[in-house]
T-cell receptor
Framework: DQQVKQNSPSLSVQEGRISILNCDYT??????FLWYKKYPAEGPTFLIS?????DKNEDGRFTVFLNKSAKHLSLHIVPSQPGDSAVYFC???????????????FGKGTKLSVKP | KAGVTQTPRYLIKTRGQQVTLSCSPI?????VSWYQQTPGQGLQFLFE???????NKGNFPGRFSGRQFSNSRSEMNVSTLELGDSALYLC?????????????FGPGTRLTVL
């Protein structure tokens, strides 16, 4: 049973527009959420995170929104650029610290294509 | 500062064989985690080592094992390979603070089991 779901395998957006990537989770114990970006032939790169005590975290063009009651988070990229084309993974954990209870659970990813 | 390195980058094995993958973390990092990425299951956590001790383990069979050396380099071993073990195996290292957002991934080892 998937605890973290990214229901859209792919998303295509025009350069300059907003990209919205969605993620749903089922485990109410999850307290810490992250987004990673992955280019082909490279490992994932950490993008942005959010703790459950917040509902929004912003870093430059990237903003993550968390709706705990709906068990839903989203990543907004504004404005989208062709270099943002990659696979984006949502991940969740009960704790932000490695080695603590619970592991990092990933979604299956959404492939974002930003067209010039 | 050099990133996380993994060797080999590509590997082809046959069913029943065993394989050892290697990961060298970023200098000074003491935590090394391993993940398996497959098209069907996505990215799944295998285990994490810190100062030569396994600190956390995912839900994988005992055929998957690992170890960490005193220089923080880590190896992962898979015995009696099955077709379903074909995957990209990713290693990630983390510094003393040991938080997920400070975890840096290597490029992975692509294992193909025939």
């Amino acid at each position: 049973d998937q605890q973290v779901k990214q229901n859209s395998p792919s998303l295509s957006v025009q350069e300059g527009r907003i990209s919205i990537l969605n993620c749903d989770y089922t485990n109410s114990m999850f307290d810490y959420f992250l987004w990673y970006k992955k280019y082909p032939a490279e490992g994932p790169t950490f993008l942005i995170s959010i703790s459950s005590i917040k509902d929004k975290n912003e870093d430059g063009r990237f903003t993550v929104f968390l709706n705990k009651s709906a068990k839903h988070l989203s990543l907004h990229i504004v404005p989208s650029q062709p270099g943002d084309s990659a696979v984006y993974f949502c991940a969740a954990s009960e704790n932000p610290n490695l080695g603590s209870q619970g592991n990092l659970i990933f979604g299956k990813g959404t492939k974002l294509s930003v067209k010039p | 500062k050099a990133g996380v390195t993994q060797t080999p980058r590509y590997l082809i094995k046959t069913r029943g064989q065993q394989v050892t993958l290697s990961c060298s973390p970023i200098s000074g990092h003491r935590s090394v985690s391993w993940y398996q990425q497959t098209p069907g299951q996505g990215l799944q956590f295998l285990f994490e080592y810190f100062s030569e001790t396994q600190r956390n383990k995912g839900n994988f069979p005992g055929r998957f094992s690992g170890r960490q050396f005193s220089n923080s380099r880590s190896e992962m071993n898979v015995s009696t390979l099955e077709l379903g073990d074909s995957a990209l195996y990713l290693c990630a290292s983390s510094g003393n603070r040991g938080t997920y957002n400070e975890q840096f991934f290597g490029p992975g080892t692509r294992l193909t089991v025939l």
